[in-house]
């Protein structure tokens, strides 16, 4: 009873933020009326299932898509949640839906931040189950659950990349009937084409998001996998920027972005990076333009050539070694980065 008790009062929160009385599609709102009355009468699965009706006829409501995955994390459901927090994240502003849609949406984005630590919790426990039975003959159960793990959890992908290459391979195996055409696992391709994606095979996860639209069953679907082909193509510099709003980056992001080996980095030079990066995340968690973005990431970048310039860089002298042999300036580098 408390534990509803505590939902609900959640979930009024949400309704009272949400602005869905101004919805574009009137259909989609009665949907999501229905699931406000599911969720007031503590049937989760049903409000679940209403939400994403309403998707289907207004899939790019990112404030509905934000509400369906607070409905998924209450269940316990993080992997859905995670993928719908995700495509929040990465929404942008829609002029069409009006000033109290995307007011909303810069809210709510802000709020995902706070979720991630228990996504990370999750995914610790996915990979310590990973671990625990890692011998065992359920080579594909094993395979899933790493998956799992890596989706809820960024830096153990990086920490793991020779379990990243074995599991990948498991997928392919088992999925062989989906490459030859002769059948579709819309799921296991997909999560297949995030641990290619993961993986920097960017080429071979486009490929599967490719052939699943040949598969898709309704709007919201097309629109998911739409999204997750279009962001795989997004610039580096939009990757990095999404990266730095969701909250989502992690050590290995830093050491790359300063071109430094991880045992250089001191842990007093790593919370100085963070510091940084925590103040560019809050600016474009405010910023309300694309030039507005674009300017957070110029700072970062003026702010690491400034550093580099006095020698305060982690793994400064071997960075800009390297960069020499190469013929290329600290410049030049930061732009491969995205910057």
């Given at each position: 009873m408390k534990r509803y008790s505590f939902i609900a009062f959640i979930f009024s929160v949400l309704i009272?933020?949400?602005?869905?009385?101004?919805?574009?599609?009137?259909?989609?709102?009665?949907?999501?009326?229905?699931?406000?009355?599911?969720?007031?009468?503590?049937d989760l699965s049903t409000a679940e299932k209403d939400l994403i009706e309403a998707l289907k006829l207004e899939p790019d409501n990112a404030i509905y898509r934000y509400i369906l995955g607070q409905v998924q994390f209450m269940q316990n459901n993080f992997i859905e949640s995670k993928n719908?927090?995700?495509?929040?994240?990465?929404?942008?502003?829609?002029q069409e839906k009006g000033d109290e849609y995307n007011n909303k949406l810069k809210n709510y984005k802000k709020k995902i931040k706070e979720l991630q630590n228990k996504f990370n919790a999750a995914g610790d426990s996915r990979f310590s189950v990973y671990q625990k039975n890692i011998n065992s003959p359920q080579k594909l159960k094993l395979a899933v659950t790493a998956y799992q793990a890596f989706r809820l959890n960024p830096p153990l992908r990086y920490k793991n990349l020779k379990v990243l290459e074995e599991i990948t391979s498991i997928y392919e195996d088992n999925l062989q009937k989906s490459f030859d055409g002769t059948e579709w696992q819309k799921e296991p391709m997909l999560q297949l084409a995030f641990l290619y994606e993961i993986a920097n095979k960017k080429d071979k996860a486009a490929e599967v998001y490719m052939r699943a639209l040949d598969y898709i069953q309704d709007p919201n679907e097309e629109f998911v996998i739409t999204h997750k082909f279009d962001y795989l193509n997004r610039s580096n510099k939009e990757k990095l920027l999404d990266t730095i709003e969701a909250g989502d980056f992690s050590r290995k992001d830093i050491e790359e972005l300063i071109g430094s080996e991880k045992d250089s980095v001191s842990e007093e030079d790593q919370k100085k990076i963070e510091s940084m990066i925590d103040e560019a995340q809050a600016k474009l968690q405010d910023a309300s333009s694309q030039e507005e973005r674009e300017a957070v990431l110029e700072e970062i970048k003026n702010s690491l050539l400034e550093k580099s310039k006095s020698g305060e860089l982690p793994g400064n002298s071997k960075l800009k070694e390297r960069l020499e042999k190469e013929g290329k300036t600290m410049e030049d580098y930061l732009k491969e980065k995205g910057l």
């Open positions: 009272a933020n949400s602005g869905f009385c101004s919805a574009i599609n009137p259909e989609a709102s009665s949907f999501y009326k229905k699931a406000e009355a599911a969720f007031v009468s503590k719908n927090m995700e495509i929040v994240s990465h929404s942008r502003p829609i």
